[in-house]
């Protein structure tokens, strides 16, 4: 005879089949595995620990190895994640944004916490910290040189389109002036060694500038993040009236395409390989000697296949000078640029990467980017 307890189990796998219960309700991860009793939603076991953080409102529960209630089921079966969304997901700005399982943990403890913690979406009055269009405060910036992080004053100022950072608390000329226009922001906990590290990017002199950031308060990083990506937004209306919201949204910030070690060799292919740090950036290939570097020391754009790019396995015969054996030969319409991999996976995942932008076409506006390219060293 069924126990109850395996009655439970049935009913839950039913519950689980219900539109919107087949994936975390915080970060879309598919099957989830918990539920939170309380909130009556349905998470995965990364969510589910981040729920633990707020367990004066949200109590979790292994779906099928956990004993349920006859009650708890039946609060389960009357919200779900559907309902659950409809409820805290109320007026989410178009801008803010939305973490799946692939982001760090940071942005989805925050997204947790402003859903259920703080009920940010339930009015617009509690998104003031990163709606507003102005946001200024201190963050720890690591130093160009040294690599100290001190604190520094950041002004985000929508009016004048721009991001900038002070030296002194009272300088009245700012250190650097980020244009909106090319500014990305990116968390980083793993490269930069904090969890609520991000990374700025902006360029100056059509060359890409680094700036590394943090603060101790978890939600303030976020709400920086999302003020940067709110400023963006009313940005992005005005330079493209017309352009659907939906396409504005998904160039508001953007993580690289790829990052990690490679070997490269300078232009006249002669010389020595050296092991340098590489970030793929949207159409972009940068290298540095140090990850955390403020300026990259080359780029090259990677234009499309249809105007004279292309990425090959391997390396020209009779190249010297490489320690790590597996190359990558990139073909631009004006020379080739030679890389080599510690391992075949590295080589593989860095081949797909190149490839993936390559059959991209090419917009209008990055034939512009493309010949700005012409006299860079790399």
Not at 156 to 173: I, M, T
Not at 272 to 297: E, H, I, S, V
Not at 326 to 344: A, Q
């Amino acid at each position: 005879m069924e126990s109850d307890q395996e009655k439970f189990r049935r009913r839950m796998s039913q519950l689980l089949e219900k539109q919107g219960n087949g994936n975390c309700v915080d970060c879309g991860a598919a099957d989830p595995e918990w539920a939170s009793y309380t909130l009556g939603v349905f998470v995965c076991h990364s969510c589910s620990g981040l729920h633990r953080n707020i367990a004066q409102i949200s109590k979790v529960k292994s779906i099928f190895l956990d004993p349920w209630s006859v009650a708890e089921l039946e609060f389960m079966d009357s919200v779900g994640n559907n309902v659950a969304k409809a409820k805290y997901e109320q007026v989410v700005p178009e801008f803010y944004y939305r973490p799946t399982y692939r982001d760090c943990m940071l942005l989805r403890e925050q997204w947790i916490r402003a859903k259920y913690e703080r009920k940010e979406f339930l009015s617009v009055d509690r998104q003031e910290a990163y709606s507003a269009g102005y946001r200024e405060g201190f963050l720890w910036k690591r130093g160009r040189d040294n690599g100290q992080y001190l604190s520094r004053k950041f002004i985000l100022c929508e009016r004048e389109g721009v991001l900038k950072y002070f030296n002194k608390q009272d300088a009245r000329e700012p250190k650097a002036i980020m244009k909106i226009i090319t500014l990305n922001a990116a968390f980083q906990p793993t490269k930069i060694g904090t969890a609520n590290g991000l990374q700025i990017t902006y360029l100056k002199d059509n060359s890409t500038r680094n700036i590394f950031v943090y603060h101790e308060d978890g939600k303030v990083m976020v709400d920086w993040f999302n003020a940067i990506r709110a400023v963006r937004f009313r940005y992005l209306q005005l330079a493209f009236p017309g352009t659907p919201k939906s396409d504005l949204v998904k160039n508001l910030t953007r993580n690289f395409i790829k990052e990690g070690y490679m070997e490269k060799t300078g232009p006249k292919k002669t010389e020595g390989f050296k092991r340098r740090w590489f970030t793929f950036d949207d159409r972009r290939l940068m290298y540095f000697k140090d990850p955390l570097d403020a300026y990259a020391r080359g780029e090259v754009f990677i234009g499309s296949r249809e105007n004279g790019y292309s990425v090959l396995p391997g390396l020209p015969p009779n190249i010297q000078g490489y320690y790590w054996s597996f190359g990558i030969t990139i073909v631009t319409p004006d020379r080739k640029f030679l890389l080599t991999c510690e391992n075949k996976d590295q080589q593989k995942d860095w081949m797909s990467a190149f490839q993936m932008v390559i059959e991209r076409p090419m917009l209008p506006q990055e034939f512009a980017v493309e010949a700005c390219f012409k006299h860079k060293p790399f």
